[in-house]
C-alpha cells in the first residue's frame, strides 16, 4: 500500500510551529531530516518525522490542541468542501471517517451508533507508530470544532484520550469543550445523536456528489487493492472482527462503492474474496488446529454452523470432520 498524507493538511503543524512555539520551518524540516513541504502529499514516515520533531521541540504537550485547533476544512483540500455541503452534520462526519484516508494513511476514524449515542473513534493503523498523542488529538479537535461551526450548539457530551493526565488538563477541556477522560482504551468523541442530525447550512447534495466523485479519483492509489483487502480480511477473522463490505471499506479509508468498482477494475468481486478467505482459513483452522467445527465457523464469522458446513462441503466436497480425517487434511 502507498502510505501519504496530504501537505495541506501538515502546514498546519508548520503554522502552528512558528506561530505558537517560535520554531521556523526551516529548523523543522532539519530536525525532522525531510525536505520543506510542497503541495501535494508525502510519503507516511516523512510525516511521522515531521510530527516527531514538533513534539520534541514543541515540549509542552499541547501540541495536538495547537495544530488541530489550526485546522479548516480548506485544510482538506477537496474533501473539505464535500464536508461542508453535506444534509446533516452527522452525514458530515461519517464522510469524514469512510474517506480518511484521503487526508493521511496513519489511523482510521471509525463512526459508531450507540444507544442515543454517536461515537467517532481514532485507531492508529500500525501499533508502534510515533508522537501517538498529539496526533490523534490533532485529528479529533477539528471534528469537534468542525461540528460546532456547522451547527452551533452541537457538542460532544464526551472526549475520551488514551493519554495520561496532562500537566494542564483543563485545555483539553477547553479546547474539545467537553469533559475529557484520559488515559482511555481508545481516541473518542461522543455526541448525543440526535445533534449530529442537525442540518448543514451549506447543504448542497447534487454538489456533495460530484465532490465525492472527485476524491475518490484523488484518493491515493494503493499497489494492489485486491492484497489490501485480503489483508485486512485475514486480520478481521483472526480477530473476531466485522468481515462487511461497508467494514472493510471503512477500514480503508473508501466508500462501499469505490470499493466495489475498484475491485471491479482488478477482475475481483469482494463476495468471491470473502469466500476464498473463508476457504483457505478453514483448511488451515481444520488441519492446524484441533479447534471443533462450531469454533471452526464462528471464527470464520458464520452465525451458525450449518452455514459453514454447506460451505466446506461446496469447497472440499466432504464435509469439516471428513475431510480433518484425510491424509491430506
Excluded at 503554522?15 to 510542497?38: F, K, T
Excluded at 471452526?296 to 461446496?314: C, D, K, N, Q, W
Amino acid at each position: 500500500m502507498t502510505e501519504t498524507v496530504l501537505t495541506r493538511y501538515l502546514t498546519t503543524l508548520v503554522d502552528a510551529m512558528e506561530a505558537d512555539y517560535g520554531v521556523a520551518s526551516s529548523a523543522l524540516y532539519r530536525a525532522a531530516g525531510i525536505a520543506p513541504l510542497a503541495d501535494g502529499r508525502i510519503e507516511e514516515a516523512d510525516a511521522e518525522a515531521l510530527w516527531v520533531a514538533a513534539e520534541k521541540l514543541s515540549g509542552d504537550g499541547l501540541l495536538g490542541l495547537r495544530v488541530g485547533g489550526r485546522v479548516r476544512y480548506s485544510s482538506y483540500s477537496t474533501l473539505g468542501h464535500l464536508l461542508v455541503t453535506a444534509k446533516t452534520v452527522g452525514d458530515s462526519l461519517r464522510a469524514a471517517c469512510e474517506l480518511a484516508f484521503y487526508v493521511g494513511a496513519a489511523g482510521q476514524l471509525e463512526m459508531e451508533d450507540r444507544a442515543g449515542e454517536c461515537a467517532i473513534v481514532y485507531k492508529p493503523l500500525r501499533p508502534n507508530w510515533r508522537a501517538p498523542h498529539v496526533r490523534s488529538e490533532a485529528v479529533l479537535l477539528p471534528m469537534v470544532r468542525f461540528a460546532r461551526w456547522a451547527s452551533p450548539g452541537v457538542v460532544p457530551k464526551q472526549v475520551c484520550l488514551t493519554r495520561p493526565i496532562p500537566r494542564n488538563p483543563q485545555a483539553y477541556a477547553d479546547a474539545f469543550g467537553a469533559p475529557v477522560t484520559f488515559g482511555a482504551a481508545c481516541h473518542e468523541v461522543i455526541w448525543d445523536a440526535e445533534a449530529l442530525n442537525q442540518p448543514m447550512n451549506d447543504a448542497n447534495p447534487a454538489l456533495n456528489e460530484m465532490l465525492r466523485a472527485h476524491v475518490e479519483a484523488e484518493m491515493p492509489k494503493r499497489d494492489s487493492l485486491h492484497a489490501d483487502v485480503r489483508a485486512h480480511l485475514l486480520a478481521a477473522l483472526a480477530g473476531g472482527g466485522d468481515t462487511s463490505i461497508t467494514a472493510i471499506a471503512r477500514l480503508m479509508g473508501m466508500s462501499e462503492r469505490s470499493l466495489q468498482r475498484a475491485l471491479s477494475a482488478e477482475g475481483a468481486a469482494f463476495r468471491d474474496m470473502l469466500s476464498d478467505v473463508r476457504r483457505e482459513e478453514a483448511g488451515r483452522l481444520l488441519r492446524e488446529t484441533k479447534l471443533p467445527v462450531a469454533d471452526v465457523a464462528a471464527r470464520l464469522g458464520y452465525s451458525e454452523p450449518a452455514a459453514f458446513v454447506r460451505a466446506f462441503r461446496r469447497w472440499f466436497d466432504a464435509s469439516p470432520n471428513q475431510w480433518r480425517k484425510k491424509p491430506n487434511g
